[in-house]
C-alpha cells in the first residue's frame, strides 16, 4: 500500500517545519524539541481518578521517577491490573509526559493502572542504564502493589519503539526472577543488533526515522559497538548472553508497514513463536514509526490503540 494521505500529509507539515533532524542537534536539544512535538497529533487526555509522579529507588542509589495512573479508585478488596510502561525515544529523548495521554488512554479504556517509568537517558547514562532502570521499576513495583492496590497476579509490560526493546527484555528477566507478566505489549520495537534488514535499506530516508537518526540514537546509547552483541539490547539477534525465549509472556506486537523498524518487528514476532509462545503480530499498513501517538488525526493510530487495548483487557481480564 502506499502511504495514507494523512500520514503523507503529516510528512509534509514536518518537512515544512524547516526543523532540524534529531542526529543534526544535540541530544539536550532533541529532547526540548520532542517535548514539544510528541503532543502535536495526540489523543485527548482522558481524565483518571488520580496520578501521582513517585521517585523509586534503582540498584545504584539512584532514584528515577514513575508516573503511577489509577483510572478509578482503588478498592483493596479488589486490587487493579497493572501496565508497566516504557516511553520510545531512541534511549536518548523522550519522557513520561511526551507519553502521558497514551498511557492515560491504556488506563481508561484497559481498566488497568499504568505505570510509566522515567528511565535515564544516554548519553548521560548509556547503555546498560535503561535496562536495569526498566527492571528495577518493574521489580520495585511488584513489591510495592499493596500500598497501591495493585494485583501482583495481573502485570503486563509495554513499550513504543526503544520502550518495546525495554519492554521485551524486562519480560524475559521478569519470568526468570518468577514475576512474569501476563502480557508483553510492543509496539514497533527496536530489537536488531545491526540496522540491515531491507526495511532499513528501503525506508532509510523520508519517513520521518530516517538511518542517520537510528545511528545517531545509537551512538549515544551504546558504549562501543560490542554491546550491540548483547541481547539486551538486540532480543532478536544479540548473541551474548542470550537467554531461553521459551515460556515468555504472550506477546501483541504492533509494526508499521514505512517503518525501518518493520521487519526485525516481524521477525522477532517468529523467533518468540519459534520458542512456543503466543503472539499476535498486527501489520498497520500505510503508516510509519511513531503512528501511535498520531490518534488525533491518523484512524490506524486509534484502530491500534484499541486493538492493543482489548488485548490488555483479555491479559488482565477487565472484560473482552
Not at 481508561?108 to 537517558?121: K, T, W
Request: glycine residues 6%; contains cysteine; negative net charge.
Amino acid at each position: 500500500m502506499p502511504l495514507t494521505a494523512k500520514i503523507a500529509l503529516v510528512l509534509d507539515m514536518v518537512a515544512r517545519t524547516g526543523r532540524a533532524p534529531y542526529h543534526e542537534q544535540t541530544a539536550q536539544e532533541a529532547r526540548a524539541e520532542y517535548e514539544k512535538s510528541a503532543t502535536v497529533l495526540e489523543i485527548p487526555s482522558a481524565p483518571m481518578h488520580s496520578v501521582e509522579d513517585l521517585q523509586v529507588p534503582m540498584r545504584d542509589g539512584a532514584t528515577i521517577r514513575a508516573r503511577l495512573y489509577l483510572p478509578v479508585e482503588p478498592h483493596w478488596g479488589e486490587p487493579l491490573p497493572v501496565l508497566v510502561y516504557y516511553h520510545g525515544g531512541g534511549f536518548t529523548i523522550g519522557s513520561v509526559n511526551t507519553h502521558d495521554a497514551l498511557c492515560r488512554m491504556f488506563a481508561r479504556d484497559a481498566r488497568c493502572a499504568v505505570f510509566s517509568v522515567d528511565y535515564r537517558l544516554a548519553p548521560e547514562h548509556r547503555f546498560p542504564c535503561a535496562v536495569h532502570d526498566a527492571f528495577d521499576a518493574y521489580t520495585w513495583l511488584h513489591a510495592h502493589t499493596a500500598e497501591y492496590a495493585l494485583d501482583t497476579s495481573r502485570f503486563a509490560v509495554g513499550g513504543d519503539s526503544a520502550g518495546g526493546t525495554l519492554a521485551t527484555v524486562c519480560a524475559v528477566l521478569a519470568r526468570d526472577a518468577g514475576i512474569a507478566p501476563v502480557l508483553q505489549l510492543l509496539f514497533y520495537p527496536a530489537v536488531s543488533a545491526h540496522q540491515q534488514t531491507e526495511s532499513h535499506k528501503r525506508l532509510a530516508d523520508g519517513h520521518l526515522l530516517t538511518a542517520p537518526t537510528i545511528q545517531w540514537f545509537f551512538d549515544h546509547y551504546v558504549r562501543d559497538d560490542s554491546d550491540r552483541d548483547d541481547w539486551r539490547f538486540a532480543p532478536l539477534d544479540g548473541t551474548r548472553g542470550e537467554p531461553d525465549f521459551r515460556g515468555v509472556a504472550p506477546a501483541w506486537i504492533g509494526v508499521a508497514e514505512f517503518d525501518p523498524l518493520v521487519d526485525e518487528g516481524e521477525a522477532y514476532a517468529q523467533k518468540l513463536r519459534d520458542a512456543g509462545n503466543e503472539v499476535t503480530l498486527v501489520r498497520f499498513d500505510g503508516v510509519i514509526h511513531e503512528f501511535i501517538k498520531m490518534g488525533a488525526f491518523i484512524d490506524e493510530a486509534r484502530r491500534a490503540q484499541q486493538q492493543a487495548a482489548h488485548a490488555l483487557r483479555v491479559a488482565l481480564r477487565t472484560g473482552d
